[in-house]
């Protein structure tokens, strides 16, 4: 039986998505000793009703005034009870196998580090947009070290992970301080993005990850810095031509936005209307 764990969920006005993966999330859970933290940021949409509505008093949701995603970590840390943990991103779908599968490893002491292996639903993107999503798509299909959106860690990944940091590659972050030879992929555990669904989301999307990657290597010169290891692009020519474009024209962008480090650099485009899975 899998023993005991907290699901940890930062929230930032994600009503829309968390109508969608919420009710998943409790169904994914039916079975399972998990308990579900909500930690809702400067929240002014009706994701705390969402909440309730589908988990009741079962779920423990945290309000903080200050918007910030490690600020939520962290303060979900605190407040856990269980050293077996998942993060979750709110607009995250999972499926009924997810949590047994992330969570043998860790149980079984081959690993102390865990993620899902993520799947980009494309059924929601159009024209520009789905060209560049294509690309990217097929790229998180073959990264090894994908360790981000739904991550599972036991004790001895949290003594190695330690406390959050105020950063904006949270996930990396936490990837690079657990050794190689203690994390994985799960592939048997699934669980499904929706990339941006419009150009304009995609440039800002892009240039939060510019900024996140720049600040970790800043803060990690004085660690064993382990960058994303690199996966050639594949597609059309358009596809990759458009791909190219979003990644050169970010890069001005995130110099732009160098100030707003703890800014979540929502992608607004996917919190319009119903997730489809």
Not at 93 to 100: G, I, K, R, Y
Not at 113 to 135: E, W
């Amino acid at each position: 039986m899998t023993p005991a764990f907290d699901v940890i969920i930062p929230v930032y006005n994600e009503a829309i998505k968390l109508r969608e993966t919420a009710p998943a999330l409790k169904a994914a859970l039916t079975g399972l000793r998990g308990h579900v933290i909500y930690v809702l940021n400067n929240t002014t949409d009706d994701s705390d009703s969402v909440i309730r509505h589908v988990f009741g008093q079962a779920a423990h949701i945290l309000n903080l005034p200050i918007a910030g995603k490690t600020r939520a970590l962290r303060a979900a840390d605190n407040v856990s009870k269980q050293s077996l943990r998942v993060y979750l991103d709110a607009d995250i779908m999972v499926e009924t196998h997810t949590f047994p599968a992330l969570l043998k490893p860790l149980i079984e002491g081959h690993a102390d580090f865990t993620s899902a292996r993520l799947i980009a639903d494309l059924s929601q993107c159009h024209g520009l947009a789905l060209r560049v999503s294509r690309v990217w798509a097929d790229q998180l299909s073959r990264r090894h070290d994908a360790f981000m959106c739904c991550t599972a860690i036991n004790t001895a990944g949290l003594q190695q992970r330690g406390s959050w940091p105020d950063i904006l590659a949270d996930d990396d972050w936490a990837r690079n301080r657990i050794h190689l030879s203690r994390r994985m992929i799960i592939e048997a555990a699934k669980a499904y993005m929706s990339p941006p669904q419009d150009m304009k989301n995609w440039l800002k999307v892009r240039a939060r990850w510019i900024r996140g990657t720049r600040e970790l290597k800043h803060i990690s010169t004085k660690e064993n810095y382990t960058p994303a290891s690199p996966v050639k692009p594949r597609g059309t020519p358009l596809d990759l031509t458009l791909y190219y474009a979003i990644r050169l024209a970010a890069e001005p962008l995130a110099r732009l936005q160098k100030n707003t480090l703890h800014h979540w650099g929502t992608d607004n485009s996917t919190r319009r209307g119903k997730y489809v899975k």
